[in-house]
């Protein structure tokens, strides 16, 4: 399997929608911020402070990232950084179906 790379627009649109997630529950916990910066830095190539990123609504991330396999590789990704500090919450539940309803996934 070859990794692909996402043009920087869609990269950039991810990291906003994983930090978007992260935050739903009103923090931004250690490891939530660390599986970002690990994706950015190690996966996507990006110098970026995901602290300076804007959250993305679920309609602009669909307008933004229209290949089916990039949607789908940023959903998974939500769900992981969704989990990652072992807790669920409503406000991230709500926002996943959001996303995976505009994403078609």
């Known amino acids: 399997m070859q990794l692909v790379t996402p043009p920087r627009h869609i990269a ?9 997630v992260a935050l739903a529950d009103g923090s931004l916990d250690a490891l939530e911020k660390e599986l970002i910066d690990a994706v950015s830095t190690h996966l996507l190539k990006l110098d970026v402070n995901i602290e300076d990123l804007e959250s ?7 307008t933004t990232v229209e290949d089916d396999m990039f949607r789908e590789r940023i959903m998974r990704g939500l769900v992981l950084v ?3 500090d072992a807790d669920l919450s409503q406000a991230e539940e709500k926002l996943l179906l959001a996303y995976g309803k505009a994403l078609g996934t």
């Open 12 to 20: 950039l649109a991810g990291l906003r929608a994983l930090r978007t």
């Open 82 to 84: 969704a989990l990652a």
């Open 56 to 62: 993305i609504g679920a309609e602009e991330l669909a």
